[in-house]
């Protein structure tokens, strides 16, 4: 995951290839894609298609050595599928990546473009050794 534009380009198509699924299946199948960068990416994907789709405000996937991985959706205080520790690390490192984010705390606005549209997702990282978190907020 090196190139940040391309994992950039490569997230939106995955929107793109995945806006007429139900994004919550989908997510539910990651955990078995044996490519993890790949499956990395399709989650992220499914994560805004999802946040799009039902009005969220914040979607935010953490993993720490005390609680394993978290994955939670804000306007409704459910947990969404969890595409699994190895996976969910990479989650973390190609948002981090995409978004430019550095140090232990930051946040950035990422314009991101849906098919034919286009908005302003707020991201914000938490790193700390080898925990992390990350939180997408929607408009």
Same mark, same amino acid.
């Given at each position: 995951?090196? &190139? $940040?534009?391309?994992?950039? *380009? /490569?997230?939106?198509? #995955?929107?793109?290839?995945?806006?007429? !699924?139900?994004?919550?299946? @989908?997510?539910?199948?990651?955990?078995?894609?044996? &490519? $993890?960068?790949?499956?990395? *990416? /399709?989650?992220?994907? #499914?994560?805004?298609?999802?946040?799009? !789709?039902?009005?969220?405000? @914040?979607?935010?996937?953490?993993?720490?050595?005390? &609680?394993?991985?978290?994955?939670?959706?804000?306007?409704?205080?459910?947990e969404l599928p969890s595409p699994g520790g190895p996976i969910t690390e990479k989650i973390i490192n190609a948002v981090r990546n995409i978004s430019h984010l550095e140090g232990n705390k930051a946040e950035t606005t990422l314009a991101f473009g849906i098919r034919n549209n286009s908005m302003d997702l707020r991201i914000k990282s938490e790193h700390e050794g080898s925990d992390g978190k990350i939180t997408i907020q929607f408009p």
């Open positions: 995951m090196k &190139d $940040t534009e391309n994992l950039h *380009l /490569k997230v939106q198509g #995955l929107c793109d290839c995945f806006a007429t !699924n139900d994004p919550l299946k @989908e997510m539910s199948k990651i955990q078995s894609d044996s &490519d $993890t960068d790949e499956a990395a *990416l /399709k989650w992220i994907a #499914l994560a805004i298609l999802h946040g799009i !789709n039902n009005n969220g405000q @914040e979607i935010t996937i953490s993993k720490t050595k005390s &609680d394993g991985v978290k994955v939670a959706a804000e306007y409704r205080k459910t």
